[in-house]
C-alpha cells in the first residue's frame, strides 16, 4: 500500500457536484487528483485550484468517455505524469426525464454510451495497473433509482442497474488481485441532476424523506473516501446506498 501522498485518484465527471464534492475530499488527505472532464474547462480548473491547496499534485484531463482512443491517450498522459490511479471513480454520467414512450433510441444510445459504456472503458484501461500493483479501489457512483427504479426516468434507472450489476460481477473477478469494486447509490442530492424539478416538486420530494431534506454532494464524497483507504479492504461488491433513509 502506498502512503496518501503517493496515491493517486481519478474522478471521471469531476468538474461539478458530487463528482467536485469527491476531488477535494480525496485532496484534502495529500492525495494526488485527476479531475477528468469533457467541455467544462473553466469549472475543471476551478475545482483544481481549490485541491490544490491542500498540497498534493492535481491534473486535469478531458476524454469523451464513448471512445476508446480518447481514453487510451488520457491515460498515456496520466502515465507520462507517474498519475497512473490507484483508485478509479467512475462519477461521470447523465440523466433524462420523461415518459419512455417518449426516449428516442438516440437518447437512449446516448445515455447507455456515457453511463454504461464509458465506465465500462475506464475501468478496463485502468485495470491492468491495480491488478499489476495488486492493489487497487473501483469505486462507481450510481443512484438509488438503480435499485428501486423510477417513473418517468426508466432509461437513467436502467443505466444505473447496469452498473451495479457490474460493480457486483466485477468484483468477485478482482477480489484476488487485491482490487475492490463497490457502487455508491446515494438518494436525491442537491446539485444541478435536480434542475428539472421546480420548487414545489423539490418541497415535494424532501417531504417522503424521512431525514427531510436532500443530501449534501459532501455528504456522499465522505463514503466514496472511505471506499477509497485501505481500511475498506473487506469491503467489495457493495451497493451502499447514503439516502436519508428513503429506500431501507
Given at each position: 500500500?502506498?502512503?496518501?501522498?503517493?496515491?493517486?485518484?481519478?474522478?471521471?465527471?469531476?468538474?461539478?457536484?458530487?463528482?467536485?464534492?469527491?476531488?477535494?475530499?480525496?485532496?484534502?488527505?495529500?492525495?494526488n487528483?485527476?479531475?477528468?472532464?469533457?467541455?467544462?474547462?473553466?469549472?475543471?480548473?476551478?475545482?483544481?485550484?481549490?485541491?490544490?491547496?491542500?498540497?498534493?499534485?492535481?491534473?486535469t484531463?478531458?476524454?469523451?468517455?464513448?471512445?476508446?482512443?480518447?481514453?487510451?491517450?488520457?491515460?498515456?498522459?496520466l502515465?507520462?505524469?507517474?498519475?497512473?490511479?490507484?483508485?478509479?471513480?467512475?462519477?461521470?454520467?447523465?440523466?433524462?426525464?420523461?415518459?419512455?414512450?417518449?426516449?428516442?433510441?438516440?437518447?437512449?444510445?446516448?445515455?447507455?454510451?456515457?453511463?454504461?459504456?464509458?465506465?465500462?472503458?475506464?475501468?478496463?484501461?485502468?485495470?491492468?495497473?491495480?491488478?499489476?500493483?495488486?492493489?487497487?479501489?473501483?469505486?462507481?457512483?450510481s443512484?438509488?433509482?438503480?435499485?428501486?427504479?423510477?417513473?418517468?426516468?426508466?432509461?437513467?434507472s436502467?443505466?444505473?442497474?447496469?452498473?451495479?450489476?457490474?460493480?457486483?460481477?466485477?468484483?468477485?473477478?478482482l477480489?484476488?488481485?487485491?482490487?475492490?469494486?463497490?457502487?455508491?447509490?446515494?438518494?436525491?442530492?442537491?446539485?444541478?441532476?435536480?434542475?428539472?424539478?421546480?420548487?414545489?416538486?423539490?418541497?415535494?420530494?424532501?417531504?417522503?424523506?424521512?431525514?427531510?431534506?436532500?443530501?449534501?454532494?459532501?455528504?456522499?464524497?465522505?463514503?466514496?473516501?472511505?471506499?477509497?483507504?485501505?481500511?475498506?479492504?473487506?469491503?467489495?461488491?457493495?451497493?451502499?446506498?447514503?439516502?436519508?433513509?428513503?429506500?431501507?
Open positions: 500500500m502506498k502512503s496518501f501522498g503517493e496515491t493517486n485518484v481519478l474522478i471521471t465527471g469531476g468538474s461539478r457536484g458530487i463528482g467536485a464534492a469527491i476531488a477535494e475530499r480525496f485532496a484534502s488527505v495529500g492525495m487528483v485527476v479531475i477528468h472532464y469533457l467541455n467544462a474547462h473553466e469549472s475543471a480548473n476551478e475545482v483544481a485550484r481549490n485541491c490544490m491547496k491542500y498540497g498534493g499534485r492535481v491534473l484531463v478531458t476524454a469523451d468517455l464513448r471512445s476508446k482512443e480518447q481514453l487510451q491517450r488520457m491515460l498515456e498522459k502515465e507520462s505524469h507517474n498519475m497512473m490511479p490507484d483508485i478509479l471513480v467512475n462519477n461521470a454520467g447523465i440523466a433524462h426525464y420523461g415518459m419512455l414512450s417518449d426516449v428516442t433510441e438516440d437518447q437512449w444510445d446516448d445515455m447507455m454510451s456515457i453511463n454504461l459504456k464509458g465506465m465500462f472503458l475506464c475501468t478496463q484501461l485502468c485495470m491492468p495497473h491495480m491488478i499489476a500493483q495488486k492493489y487497487g479501489r473501483i469505486i462507481n457512483v443512484s438509488i433509482w438503480g435499485m428501486s427504479g423510477a417513473s418517468c426516468e426508466v432509461v437513467y436502467t443505466t444505473k442497474g447496469g452498473m451495479n450489476a457490474f460493480t457486483k460481477a466485477l468484483a468477485k473477478e477480489a484476488p488481485s487485491g482490487v475492490t469494486v463497490n457502487a455508491v447509490a446515494p438518494g436525491a442530492v442537491d446539485t444541478m441532476m435536480l434542475n428539472n424539478l421546480d420548487q414545489q416538486e423539490k418541497q415535494m420530494l424532501e417531504e417522503e424523506i424521512p431525514l427531510g431534506r436532500f443530501a449534501q454532494p459532501e455528504e456522499i464524497a465522505s463514503l466514496v473516501y472511505f471506499l477509497g483507504l485501505p481500511e475498506s479492504s473487506y469491503i467489495t461488491g457493495q451497493i451502499i446506498s447514503p439516502n436519508g433513509g428513503w429506500l431501507t
